[in-house]
């Protein structure tokens, strides 16, 4: 099963290490890790994405917990989350089939990010289970790279994962 | 307090200072020296051993008898891996612990210069929590941060890694009285409402049993815990992290449990109704013992919230300091209408003590049982035991009885070489107490450079060397589950240890018979200086009782 799980981290040099070391010696499978600051700058979001039963989660949960650095973690479930990966697609593209492209692009709410002569490159942003849809039905024109982003994750409604609640 | 101008190596030994630390081990090395030059100004006592790893294994012993952390110290690169093992044993047994390591300097960091090692990122998995001091501002910070983490909650270790040129910078220093971490508040209390639950398993047990661990001695609750069970007449086994814990002839103590352990106890913790973990994380070993229990009441106290819940499910899990949970679950006690009493339960269990007397060993031998039993009838009762691992640690374990003396043992790691440095950290700290270190022909062969320590510094331990020629432990198990193959396990070439206690001027004394164990355990005790016994056991001699 797969969780969400959002960490609030000290933005101290190799809290990264730590956190990433604490995984894998402990056998936890991380499917996706996403860093980044907060409107805190003494403060850093980690949003991983780990593959685990019940009881790994609550060990991942509380083994996190033991780590100095990590202020706050919360598992956000999937009905009340939204969730978001960036991906950046590079297909091959003659003139003709670009009009075929740009449509399935903008059905997808891509974005247009790059063109050459033989190939375009799609950048969007949407859910895993939406990118993967979307590679699918690029899949038959050739593509030539895909860069994706670890997923990043938000409550709905208003309830924050931060250090005030 | 006014700050004050100094280096950052000086404010370490102030900082060492306003912690009340006295006693450091440890050894020097260029990248540390300016530290080692605050130390030669300061009136701490530096006690040099003679291998790192002895550093923090000495100071383990140290903090395990004082409760508080203790301090070792080694040089950059070679000199800090070398304290890993001892770091890694003294985070598996919670013991709590500053280590020093001198860096090269800052700017040369990740450059691979001559004695660099990342230490910070190697001994990651095994500290609770780990600095490199990079901001020469921050000395005063991170050393109480290091004292308060390592000394409080779980305890551990923790590392601070001072890079040449910041313990050589100037800063302005003042030790701050407070400290406040936000990202780590231990727990202390424990949650009402789990208190009340665990009070209405203890009213509704029929065969309510106390499982007490190392915890109890970390959290300074071993007085609380035998008035817990004396008061409610509960029955106590102990992990081995927990012996002693418990008065051993106390009428309500049945023994350790696990693989190695008594008969009653195993039989208790798979018979009980409702247990009660005190401070026992139950290990893999421990476990054994209960592996197939579904249908009992589990309350499991523990500071760790990662523990409960680990390796046995908990019906009641109660996260907090075991001294104040037991406070709290004493003050329910205290207003119940009549005392409990569980007779039947214990005459049940009374039936399963075991008291078989160990055989006598043939000529020119001891039995080891019979030895630890016999080296127990005369030591002082507030002693501390240290054993090592292998036979030796079981044989010990089992049949050392203990009033309010202390067993030390690397309980998690199982490390080797831990007996002799443990000892001579836990002689430091109570100079008048008895310690003894117990261990193997081979345990000894990697630690007995420490006998130097010993001797340079005046730290009378005892030494109990039982030899057998053989890795006796690994021995057991090649014989049991490999048809007798013995391979890597005989210590034929093994020097005389009576003549190597002779080389460092240390006294000793060959055991080869019952009659000169009871001469030269009467020596030994009697020594006021350090004092070695060689015993000979039978070869074959197994730890199964």
């Known amino acids: 099963m797969k969780h969400t799980i959002s960490v609030l981290v000290e933005n101290h040099a190799g809290v990264l290490a730590r956190v990433a070391g604490l995984f894998a010696r402990r056998g936890f499978n991380i499917d996706s890790l996403a860093v980044g600051i907060t409107d805190d700058e003494h403060i850093s979001r980690i949003t991983i994405v780990a593959d685990g039963s019940k009881y790994t989660l609550e060990q991942i949960e509380k083994q996190l917990n033991k780590l100095i650095d990590v202020i706050k973690v919360k598992t956000l479930s999937p009905e009340s989350m939204v969730s978001r990966e960036l991906i950046l697609i590079k297909v091959s593209c003659t003139p003709k089939q670009r009009p075929e492209i740009i449509s399935i692009c903008e059905l997808s709410r891509g974005k247009i990010s790059d063109i050459s002569a033989n190939s375009v490159t799609i950048e969007i942003s949407d859910n895993a289970q939406n990118l993967n849809n979307f590679e699918e039905l690029l899949r038959p024109y050739g593509i030539k790279e895909i860069v994706r982003t670890g997923t990043i994750a938000i409550q709905k409604g208003e309830q924050a994962v931060s250090l005030k609640n | ?545």
């Open chain 2, 1 to 545: 307090m006014a700050s004050e101008r100094m280096t950052v190596a000086r404010a370490m030994t102030e900082c060492l200072k306003a912690e009340g630390i006295k006693d450091i081990f440890g050894y020097p090395g260029a990248a540390i020296c300016p530290f080692y030059d605050e130390i030669y100004k300061s009136n701490i006592r530096h006690i040099l051993v003679r291998h790192e790893v002895n550093a923090g294994h000495a100071a383990s012993g140290y903090a395990r008898v004082t409760g508080k952390p203790a301090v070792c110290v080694a040089t950059s690169g070679p000199g800090a891996l070398n304290l890993i093992t001892a770091i890694a044993t003294a985070y598996m047994d919670s013991v709590p612990m500053v280590i020093i390591t001198g860096q090269v300097n800052s700017d040369q960091i990740g450059r691979d210069v001559f004695q660099e090692a990342d230490i910070t990122g190697s001994a990651e998995p095994f500290v609770k929590h780990s600095y490199l001091l990079k901001k020469p501002e921050d000395t005063a910070d991170v050393f109480k941060k290091a004292f308060y983490i390592a000394g409080t909650g779980r305890r551990g270790p923790v590392l601070i890694d001072v890079p040449f040129d910041v313990q050589k910078a100037e800063i302005d220093f003042e030790y701050p009285e407070t400290v406040d971490i936000r990202s780590y508040r231990p727990s202390t209390k424990g949650n009402g409402f789990q208190i009340k639950r665990a009070i209405n398993a203890l009213k509704d047990a029929k065969k309510p049993l106390i499982c007490a661990g190392g915890g109890l001695f970390t959290g300074n609750a071993v007085e609380l815990m035998r008035k817990f069970a004396e008061v409610n007449d509960i029955p106590v086994v102990s992990t081995m992290m927990g012996l002693g814990a418990m008065q051993s002839d106390s009428p309500l103590y049945y023994g350790m449990i696990g693989m190695h352990g008594a008969k009653a106890a195993n039989i208790a913790v798979n018979s009980c109704d409702t247990l009660f973990l005190l401070g026992a994380r139950v290990g893999d070993r421990a476990m054994s013992a209960m592996e197939n229990r579904k249908d009992f009441t589990v309350v499991h106290i523990d500071i760790d919230p990662a523990e409960i819940g680990k390796n046995i499910e908990a019906n009641v899990p109660i996260v907090g300091d075991i001294t104040l949970v037991l406070g709290q679950l004493l003050e329910q006690v205290d207003g119940f209408e009549e005392r409990l009493s569980h007779t039947a339960w214990r005459e049940e269990l009374e039936k399963y003590r075991t008291e078989t007397q160990p055989a006598p060993a043939g000529d020119g031998y001891v039995n080891p049982k019979w030895f630890i039993r016999t080296l127990n009838k005369y030591l002082p009762e507030h002693s501390v035991v240290v054993a090592d691992v292998g036979q030796n640690q079981i044989w010990t374990a089992a049949n050392i009885s203990l009033k309010d003396g202390r067993f030390l043992t690397s309980g998690g790691m199982g490390t080797m070489g831990y007996s002799v440095p443990a000892a001579i950290g836990a002689k430091t700290a109570c100079p008048s107490v008895e310690v003894v270190a117990v261990c193997g022909d081979g345990s000894f062969q990697m630690e007995f450079n420490e006998m130097a320590t010993a001797v340079q510094h005046g730290i009378n331990i005892k030494i109990i060397v039982i030899r057998n020629c053989f890795l006796g432990m690994v021995r057991e198990v090649q014989e049991r589950t490999y048809d007798n193959r013995l391979i890597g396990v005989s210590l034929d070439g093994s020097p005389d240890f009576c003549k190597i206690a002779e080389a460092y001027g240390i006294e000793h004394m060959l055991v080869n018979s019952e009659q000169s164990a009871v001469e030269g355990i009467g020596k030994l005790i009697s020594s006021d200086k350090p004092y070695l016994l060689e015993v000979v056991v039978p070869e074959h001699e197994k730890t199964i009782l």
